[in-house]
């Protein structure tokens, strides 16, 4: 996992959530229709997950959890 320092709402969510935002993020972005409905299930805004994604440096982890999402929406 990231060696990155976490802020103060980052280790609050993962608290609330029982997981690392590492693992959280790409569970819940792959489970929303929206980034922006994944955000909200953090509590978060959508541009604050954004920016996590990009602190945490977990570009690709985020990009192949939204793959999954659109293969399960063109399933359905």
């Given amino acids: 996992m990231s060696r990155i320092?976490?802020?103060r709402a980052m280790l609050d969510?993962?608290?609330r959530e029982g997981k690392l935002l590492e693992?959280?993020?790409p569970e819940i972005?792959?489970?929303f229709g929206r980034d922006s409905d994944a955000a909200g299930k953090l509590g978060?805004?959508?541009t604050t997950l954004s920016h996590w994604?990009?602190?945490l440096q977990i570009h690709d982890e985020a990009e192949?959890?939204?793959e999954k999402r659109l293969d399960k929406q063109a399933v359905a």
């Fill in 5 to 7: 320092r976490k802020t």
């Fill in 13 to 15: 969510v993962e608290d």
């Fill in 23 to 25: 693992i959280l993020i």
């Fill in 29 to 31: 972005l792959s489970e």
């Fill in 44 to 46: 978060i805004l959508p």
């Fill in 53 to 55: 994604i990009s602190k």
């Fill in 64 to 66: 192949s959890a939204r």
